[in-house]
């Protein structure tokens, strides 16, 4: 597995969670990379992206309530959530910018309870 998402589970609403996606060396975190989410019956979106620059652009209905970020040393990319909504649930993906379909993993489930 190239890229290993981590860290979701089942939140009340308001709560916060961290997300990890750890990178294999044949990654950099270092070029663009995103979160991705998708919701039940929707299409895959995308939540955060962080550019090779470490420019920092967000899906509008998270603006505000989630960062995403990277350690280089760690090769890993993080998603912090907070004042979670239902409206988050879903499965979230980290992949590059823009993405790469060999690239999708398994994911992880985020539930926002109401």
């Known amino acids: 597995v190239q890229l290993q998402a981590s860290g979701g589970g089942l939140v009340q609403a308001g709560g916060s969670l961290r997300l990890s996606c750890a990178a294999s060396?044949?990654?950099?975190?270092?070029?663009?990379m995103g979160w991705y989410r998708q919701a039940p019956g929707e299409q895959r979106v995308m939540v955060a992206v962080?550019?090779?620059?470490?420019?920092?652009t967000y899906r509008d209905s998270v603006k505000g309530r989630f960062t995403i970020s990277r350690d280089i040393a760690k090769n890993t990319v993080y998603l912090q959530m907070n004042s979670l909504k239902p409206e988050d649930t879903g499965v979230y993906y980290c992949?590059?910018?823009?993405?790469?379909?060999?690239?999708w993993g398994q994911g992880t489930q985020v539930t926002v309870s109401s």
């Open positions: 992949n590059k910018y823009p993405e790469r379909n060999i690239l």
């Open positions: 962080i550019s090779h620059g470490g420019t920092t």
């Open positions: 060396r044949r990654i950099s975190v270092l070029s663009a």
